[in-house]
């Protein structure tokens, strides 16, 4: 007998104000390791990014959010992230951020989700291309990370991937790819929501399931 695992929408929210930022997740079903989609949400991924403010401005980063963030002091810090297990995986981003910020935060990240459902463009899609092959190289600097990949990708794949071929897969990536595995896998979804520290600000699970679409569209 085989089973179908669905993953729906839920939060957990542990209020503690003695904590000065308030620390938020927020993720979607993703992919698994060998599916197709496994690629265009890294490049998804690439394109919402990270950032911190202690590492300086966000005028000169590629991603929206980063530059929404250092503009308008939303967050201390966020990271997108695409973690992928055998036939699923969880596709979001985490941030710190202060009390008073949280909802902007909130309001910010979906609509940037939303506009790479609807909008993204080729010239964004082709920057977080490059970026995303350079940071893969980058990992791999080592004899170390190098054993690891090998180990990783043994794993998962029954094989090593070489880097041509996986250079050949993003660059195959377009913006029309990304919005399609967007809309697959974000709009209008159910997230799941985990918060800890002062997060009364936080909107409700309600008004964030609700901002998962546009009803532009």
Request: net charge negative; hydrophobic share 40%; proline share 4%.
């Amino acid at each position: 007998m085989s089973y179908i695992i669905v993953q729906i929408g839920s939060e957990i929210r542990v209020r503690d104000d003695a904590m000065p930022v308030a620390h938020i997740a927020i993720a979607v079903e993703g992919c698994g390791w060998e599916s197709a989609d496994n690629i265009p949400l890294m490049v998804a991924n690439t394109l919402i990014g990270a950032w911190d403010r202690s590492h300086g401005s966000g005028s000169g980063n590629a991603s929206r959010l980063a530059i929404a963030c250092s503009t308008d002091n939303l967050a201390h810090s966020f990271q997108s992230f695409n973690t992928c297990y055998k036939d699923t995986g969880l596709w979001g981003i985490y941030f710190v951020s202060t009390p008073l910020a949280l909802e902007d935060m909130v309001f910010n990240i979906q609509n940037e989700w939303m506009r790479l459902c609807t909008s993204v463009t080729e010239g964004e899609v082709e920057r977080a291309k490059n970026l995303l092959k350079t940071n893969m190289l980058l990992q791999l600097d080592g004899t170390t990370p190098v054993c690891e990949d090998i180990g990783r990708q043994m794993l998962c794949y029954g094989r090593r991937v070489p880097l041509h071929e996986l250079e050949a897969r993003i660059n195959c990536i377009t913006a029309q790819n990304v919005q399609d595995v967007m809309m697959k896998y974000i709009y209008d979804k159910c997230p799941a929501v985990a918060a800890v520290g002062p997060v009364e600000g936080l909107p409700d699970y309600n008004r964030i399931r609700g901002s998962m679409y546009w009803l532009r569209l």
